[in-house]
Protein backbone atom coordinates (compact mmCIF):
# COMPACT_ATOMS: atom_id res chain seq x y z
CA UNK A 1 0.00 0.00 0.00
CA UNK A 2 1.36 3.56 -0.94
CA UNK A 3 0.22 6.33 1.25
CA UNK A 4 0.83 9.78 0.09
CA UNK A 5 1.03 12.96 1.92
CA UNK A 6 -0.18 15.39 2.31
CA UNK A 7 -3.47 15.14 0.72
CA UNK A 8 -3.52 18.92 -0.67
CA UNK A 9 -0.68 21.15 -0.79
CA UNK A 10 -1.44 25.07 -1.36
CA UNK A 11 1.83 27.20 -2.35
CA UNK A 12 2.39 30.44 -4.23
CA UNK A 13 4.36 30.68 -7.34
CA UNK A 14 7.91 29.91 -7.34
CA UNK A 15 7.62 27.42 -4.12
CA UNK A 16 9.42 24.72 -3.37
CA UNK A 17 7.20 21.86 -3.30
CA UNK A 18 7.55 18.69 -1.41
CA UNK A 19 5.41 15.21 -1.80
CA UNK A 20 5.75 12.03 -0.09
CA UNK A 21 4.66 8.67 -0.60
CA UNK A 22 5.22 5.88 1.67
CA UNK A 23 4.61 1.84 0.94
CA UNK A 24 4.05 -0.07 3.55
CA UNK A 25 7.04 -2.62 2.57
CA UNK A 26 10.58 -1.86 0.63
CA UNK A 27 9.73 -1.04 -2.92
CA UNK A 28 12.40 -1.35 -5.46
CA UNK A 29 13.11 1.56 -7.10
CA UNK A 30 13.76 0.62 -10.00
CA UNK A 31 9.58 0.61 -10.26
CA UNK A 32 8.73 3.38 -8.65
CA UNK A 33 6.99 6.01 -10.53
CA UNK A 34 5.38 9.78 -10.34
CA UNK A 35 2.50 10.98 -12.46
CA UNK A 36 0.88 14.11 -12.86
CA UNK A 37 -2.77 14.64 -13.75
CA UNK A 38 -4.85 17.77 -14.67
CA UNK A 39 -8.59 17.59 -14.51
CA UNK A 40 -10.17 15.94 -17.63
CA UNK A 41 -6.56 13.95 -18.96
CA UNK A 42 -4.70 11.26 -18.55
CA UNK A 43 -1.95 11.18 -16.15
CA UNK A 44 1.46 12.09 -17.71
CA UNK A 45 4.61 10.20 -16.24
CA UNK A 46 6.90 12.48 -14.78
CA UNK A 47 9.44 10.43 -12.65
CA UNK A 48 10.11 6.62 -13.19
CA UNK A 49 13.00 4.71 -11.72
CA UNK A 50 12.05 6.68 -8.69
CA UNK A 51 14.21 9.14 -10.00
CA UNK A 52 14.52 9.42 -13.87
CA UNK A 53 12.63 12.11 -15.23
CA UNK A 54 10.25 11.11 -18.42
CA UNK A 55 11.04 12.80 -21.89
CA UNK A 56 10.21 16.40 -22.32
CA UNK A 57 9.92 16.81 -18.01
CA UNK A 58 10.88 19.89 -16.88
CA UNK A 59 14.09 19.50 -14.65
CA UNK A 60 12.31 21.25 -11.62
CA UNK A 61 10.25 18.07 -11.09
CA UNK A 62 12.73 15.58 -9.36
CA UNK A 63 12.35 12.31 -7.61
CA UNK A 64 13.83 10.45 -4.65
CA UNK A 65 14.02 7.99 -2.19
CA UNK A 66 14.35 4.32 -1.39
CA UNK A 67 12.83 1.64 0.49
CA UNK A 68 10.05 2.77 1.90
CA UNK A 69 10.04 6.50 1.28
CA UNK A 70 10.27 8.24 -1.97
CA UNK A 71 9.76 12.04 -2.62
CA UNK A 72 8.67 14.23 -5.51
CA UNK A 73 10.24 17.63 -5.27
CA UNK A 74 8.79 20.76 -7.85
CA UNK A 75 12.28 23.10 -7.13
CA UNK A 76 9.83 25.99 -8.23
CA UNK A 77 6.30 25.93 -8.83
CA UNK A 78 4.43 27.28 -11.75
CA UNK A 79 0.87 27.75 -12.53
CA UNK A 80 0.88 25.35 -14.91
CA UNK A 81 1.93 22.48 -12.07
CA UNK A 82 -1.27 22.66 -10.15
CA UNK A 83 -2.47 19.35 -10.85
CA UNK A 84 -3.36 16.02 -8.74
CA UNK A 85 -0.13 14.02 -8.65
CA UNK A 86 0.02 10.08 -7.88
CA UNK A 87 2.52 7.64 -6.94
CA UNK A 88 2.43 4.40 -8.10
CA UNK A 89 4.43 1.33 -7.81
CA UNK A 90 4.81 -0.97 -11.28
CA UNK A 91 2.40 -3.51 -11.41
CA UNK A 92 1.02 -2.86 -8.44
CA UNK A 93 -0.98 -0.09 -6.32
CA UNK A 94 -1.20 4.05 -6.45
CA UNK A 95 -1.21 6.33 -3.93
CA UNK A 96 -4.20 8.19 -3.03
CA UNK A 97 -2.79 11.06 -4.63
CA UNK A 98 -1.68 14.66 -3.46
CA UNK A 99 -3.42 17.93 -4.95
CA UNK A 100 -1.39 20.64 -5.79
CA UNK A 101 -3.01 24.16 -5.74
CA UNK A 102 -1.00 27.53 -6.92
CA UNK A 103 -2.03 30.38 -4.89
CA UNK B 1 6.86 5.19 -30.61
CA UNK B 2 4.24 2.83 -29.15
CA UNK B 3 0.52 4.29 -29.23
CA UNK B 4 -2.06 2.34 -26.73
CA UNK B 5 -5.54 2.52 -27.89
CA UNK B 6 -8.68 1.66 -26.08
CA UNK B 7 -11.98 1.30 -27.10
CA UNK B 8 -15.12 -0.34 -26.33
CA UNK B 9 -18.53 0.49 -25.37
CA UNK B 10 -19.28 3.59 -23.82
CA UNK B 11 -22.82 2.86 -22.15
CA UNK B 12 -23.43 -0.71 -20.41
CA UNK B 13 -25.92 -1.50 -18.28
CA UNK B 14 -26.13 -2.73 -14.67
CA UNK B 15 -25.22 -6.54 -14.39
CA UNK B 16 -23.82 -7.19 -17.81
CA UNK B 17 -20.60 -7.29 -18.93
CA UNK B 18 -17.85 -4.79 -20.39
CA UNK B 19 -15.58 -5.73 -22.70
CA UNK B 20 -13.06 -3.26 -23.60
CA UNK B 21 -10.05 -3.72 -26.03
CA UNK B 22 -6.38 -2.21 -25.87
CA UNK B 23 -4.94 -1.79 -29.49
CA UNK B 24 -1.07 -1.72 -29.73
CA UNK B 25 0.49 -0.02 -32.45
CA UNK B 26 4.70 0.48 -32.79
CA UNK B 27 5.22 -2.41 -30.65
CA UNK B 28 4.47 -6.56 -29.80
CA UNK B 29 2.15 -7.41 -27.36
CA UNK B 30 4.01 -10.46 -28.09
CA UNK B 31 7.61 -9.28 -26.47
CA UNK B 32 9.02 -10.97 -23.22
CA UNK B 33 10.03 -7.52 -22.05
CA UNK B 34 7.10 -5.79 -21.14
CA UNK B 35 3.37 -6.73 -19.29
CA UNK B 36 0.54 -5.14 -20.25
CA UNK B 37 -2.32 -3.80 -17.78
CA UNK B 38 -5.75 -2.17 -17.08
CA UNK B 39 -6.03 1.16 -14.71
CA UNK B 40 -8.95 2.68 -14.10
CA UNK B 41 -10.42 6.11 -12.34
CA UNK B 42 -13.67 6.59 -11.28
CA UNK B 43 -15.13 10.48 -11.62
CA UNK B 44 -13.60 12.43 -9.15
CA UNK B 45 -11.78 10.15 -7.36
CA UNK B 46 -8.05 8.27 -8.16
CA UNK B 47 -6.23 5.77 -10.17
CA UNK B 48 -6.79 1.72 -9.72
CA UNK B 49 -4.80 -1.09 -10.80
CA UNK B 50 -7.36 -3.64 -12.46
CA UNK B 51 -4.52 -6.04 -13.25
CA UNK B 52 -2.12 -6.92 -15.96
CA UNK B 53 -1.01 -9.73 -18.26
CA UNK B 54 1.77 -11.52 -19.65
CA UNK B 55 2.52 -12.27 -23.25
CA UNK B 56 2.42 -15.91 -22.22
CA UNK B 57 -1.25 -15.23 -20.61
CA UNK B 58 -0.02 -15.15 -17.04
CA UNK B 59 -1.85 -12.60 -15.04
CA UNK B 60 -2.27 -11.05 -12.02
CA UNK B 61 -5.75 -9.04 -10.55
CA UNK B 62 -6.54 -6.44 -7.80
CA UNK B 63 -8.11 -7.86 -4.75
CA UNK B 64 -10.94 -6.38 -4.76
CA UNK B 65 -12.05 -7.13 -8.80
CA UNK B 66 -10.46 -10.89 -8.45
CA UNK B 67 -13.43 -13.44 -9.77
CA UNK B 68 -14.92 -10.52 -11.61
CA UNK B 69 -12.60 -9.24 -14.20
CA UNK B 70 -10.57 -11.36 -17.02
CA UNK B 71 -7.55 -10.37 -19.23
CA UNK B 72 -6.71 -11.86 -22.09
CA UNK B 73 -3.68 -11.32 -24.96
CA UNK B 74 -4.27 -11.86 -28.81
CA UNK B 75 -1.04 -11.89 -30.01
CA UNK B 76 -2.34 -12.46 -33.77
CA UNK B 77 -4.14 -9.71 -33.70
CA UNK B 78 -1.62 -7.51 -31.38
CA UNK B 79 -3.87 -6.48 -28.90
CA UNK B 80 -5.34 -7.46 -25.00
CA UNK B 81 -8.78 -7.20 -23.61
CA UNK B 82 -9.98 -7.07 -20.51
CA UNK B 83 -13.60 -8.05 -19.52
CA UNK B 84 -15.85 -7.40 -16.01
CA UNK B 85 -18.88 -8.97 -15.47
CA UNK B 86 -21.37 -7.96 -13.06
CA UNK B 87 -21.10 -4.51 -13.72
CA UNK B 88 -22.59 -1.55 -10.79
CA UNK B 89 -22.85 1.78 -11.26
CA UNK B 90 -19.93 1.95 -8.97
CA UNK B 91 -17.92 0.62 -12.02
CA UNK B 92 -18.41 3.81 -14.09
CA UNK B 93 -15.09 4.89 -14.36
CA UNK B 94 -12.31 6.13 -17.51
CA UNK B 95 -10.10 2.87 -18.52
CA UNK B 96 -6.81 3.02 -19.15
CA UNK B 97 -4.31 0.60 -21.07
CA UNK B 98 -0.28 0.46 -20.12
CA UNK B 99 2.18 -1.18 -20.74
CA UNK B 100 5.26 -1.74 -18.11
CA UNK B 101 8.95 -2.58 -18.44
CA UNK B 102 9.92 -5.63 -16.79
CA UNK B 103 13.81 -4.40 -16.76
CA UNK B 104 14.95 -2.43 -14.25
CA UNK B 105 13.41 1.38 -14.75
CA UNK B 106 11.91 1.20 -17.93
CA UNK B 107 9.51 4.24 -18.59
CA UNK B 108 5.61 3.23 -18.68
CA UNK B 109 3.05 3.91 -21.38
CA UNK B 110 -0.21 4.76 -21.17
CA UNK B 111 -3.30 5.58 -23.49
CA UNK B 112 -5.85 8.04 -23.27
CA UNK B 113 -8.88 6.51 -21.74
CA UNK B 114 -11.82 5.34 -22.71
CA UNK B 115 -14.70 6.69 -20.55
CA UNK B 116 -17.21 3.49 -19.54
CA UNK B 117 -20.47 4.61 -17.89
CA UNK B 118 -22.72 2.25 -16.58
CA UNK B 119 -26.40 3.15 -16.47
CA UNK B 120 -29.80 1.66 -17.33
Known amino acids: VLTQSPGTLSLSPGARATLSCRAS???????LAWYQQKPGQAPRLLIY???RRAAGIPDRFSGSGSGTDFTLTISSLEPEDSAVYYC??????FGGGTKVEIK | QLLLQESGPGLVKPSETLSLTCTVS??????????WAWIRQPPGKGLEWVGS???????YYSPSLRGRVTLSVDTAKNHFSMKLDSLTAADTAVHYC????????????WGQGTVVTVSS
Open chain 2, 53 to 59: IYYTGNT
Open chain 2, 98 to 109: ARFGLAAAVPPD
Open chain 1, 49 to 51: GAS
Open chain 2, 26 to 35: GGSVNSSNYY
Open chain 1, 88 to 93: QQHGSS
Open chain 1, 25 to 31: QSVSSDY
